[in-house]
């Protein structure tokens, strides 16, 4: 992953500009930062840890320059260690990378027969020695980047300087995200467009095969066909304000809390009217969806849960097939396109690598059209697909998902009911019901956020425990799963979900009274069916925390606890039941002193393989 930022300015120091930028990419990885800039001479500052460290070492250093690139790492070759961090050098050159280097290897043996020595154990170490040697032939830094990145293969967004060249920026991108900020009497790049608000909305998205060359004053783009392009200015609207912590301990408990409000803005898109309207899928949805035949949802970690509830919906509500795939497996398998599938991708960041991947596999293999249901407008995912939904959650800043889930299940329960109505299969009645329950949904999750206590109580049980089993049946089961994932990702607690009828096929054995099971159980035709895999829990000596409708009956008893549900609408329950299983993920979290919002070893946008 590894977030990037750079900046070349007439009238002060950059410094500050990357520091600041960083701390907005430390979502992209945090094991380590590092800036450099030329003042002079190649100066640079590498440190293990956040950013906040890196901050502390420059200020010692008293690092200054006109021109500087910065970069948070997510290791991917080489342990966290300063050795590995970036930048990296090259004689006057230096890099910071986003990205893999798939032919790294080859390129070390080549470049150390040129007589180059190897500092660290990264794929990025490559890049800074062939983009040095190439300036040997070539006499521009943009010349010898262009050079070098066509004998790069795998993902890449770089940012190169050079002592020699201090007027020049160069950058490129190859399956990476990248942009450029235009400033006034500077200018920028970055991985994300919040790198740059604090100095410039004007932001300009590279595509793949593009390489920049980045002056005070002048910004010139090569395409991969070797021709000077003009990319198109967009301007940001992403709110500084959006990403503060308010009066919360961590950005995902206010997550937590945003959801009723990220509900209700997503759902501005209905505001009363009183029928659905194809169009807020895009103008091209209604002649789309009504000649899809069938669906396919590929998706990754949270946002793979989001589909596999949608599979439930569309299938029920609609009477279409409705296949769901990990993205990272669909990408590799030989899959049998039907030309009347329509393709949705879904994704909070729309740049995670291997949704974008399959999404690229997916059409390649000639599919009806594409529909993307993100969290971030403009995202490589968006740009790619035919259509596309945008959640409005606003910045997700924790890793672990929460609102963004929420909201992508609002926008597919939308989906399978615009699917069902233009294929005849929702009455008028059931329409209005429909909308009438999302509607009311915000206030819902209003009352389960009250839940709170209770579910404090719960986390204060099980956060000295090792390992949990979550249960669910139907279109709960993938909420169990969603439950299992916060959990085990923030609070690192081994957890496993299960569909609740499979328990006795195996994961029966492991049930004693160490092994919490927590069930999720909404009001619906398989409730007593799960009241039953309930008892086989307890009948083995299994603890049982269960999220029960208020009006099914589950008595509390020794061994186990009930939380009543407020009352939710069948075919939106999966949203409701959520919400405790996340708060349980973060309060236990929060008893083991973790760092909830950047959980050891991931990080909030993957966008490598
Ligand atoms: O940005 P995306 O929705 O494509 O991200 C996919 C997963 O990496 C993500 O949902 C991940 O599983 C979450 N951190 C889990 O909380």
Known sequence: MCGIVSAISATRNVVPILIQGLKRLEYRGY???????????????????????????????????DIGIAHTRWATHGVASERNAHPHI????????????????????????MGYEFLSDTDTEVIVHLVHSKLNSTTTLHSAVRLAVTELSGAYAIAVICADDPQHLVVARNGAPLLLGLGNGENYAASDAAALVAVTRQIVYLEDGDCADITLTSV???DAQGKTVQRPISRTTQSDAAVELGGYRHYMQKEIFEQPTAVANTLAVIQGDDSLTPAIFGTE?????????????????????????ARYWIESLAGMACSVEIASEYRYREPVANPHTLVIAISQSGETADTLAAMRYAKSRGHLASLSICNVHESSLVRATDLHFLTQAGPE????????????????S????????????????????????LRYLPTTLCRILELEPQIERWADKLHTLDHALFLGRGM????????????????????????????????????????????VAPRNTLIEKLKSNLQEVRARGGELYVLADRNVRIDEDEGMHVIRMPDSSGFLSPIAYTLPLQLL?????????????????LAKSVTVE
Request: charged share 20%.
């Open 397 to 412: 800043i924790g890793v672990a998902s929460t609102k963004a889930f929420t909201t992508q299940l609002v926008a597919l």
């Open 414 to 437: 939308l989906l399978a009911m615009l699917i069902a109505k233009l294929h005849k299969r929702l009455s008028r009645e059931r329409e209005q019901e429909l909308l009438n329950d």
């Open 285 to 309: 949805a209604e002649r789309v969806l009504r000649t899809t035949k069938a669906v396919l949802i590929i998706a990754c970690g949270t946002s793979y849960h989001a589909a596999m509830v």
């Open 220 to 222: 010139q783009i090569i």
């Open 476 to 519: 709960h089961y993938p909420i169990a799963m969603e439950g299992a994932l916060k959990l085990k990702e923030i609070s690192y607690i081994h957890a496993e979900a299960y569909a609740a009828g499979e328990l006795k096929h195996g994961p029966l054995a492991l049930v004693s009274a160490a092994m919490p099971v927590i069930a």
């Open 31 to 65: 094991d380590s930062a590092g800036v450099a800039v030329i003042n002079g001479k190649l100066q640079r500052v590498r440190s293990v840890g956040r950013v906040i460290a890196l901050e502390a070492r420059v200020a010692d250093d008293h690092l200054a320059g």
């Open 90 to 113: 090259s004689g006057g050159v230096s890099v910071v990378h986003n990205g893999i280097i798939e032919n790294h290897a080859e390129m070390r043996t080549r470049l150390r027969d």
């Open 585 to 601: 993920a973060y309060h236990a979290a929060v008893r083991r002193s973790n760092d909830v919002d950047k959980p050891r070893n």
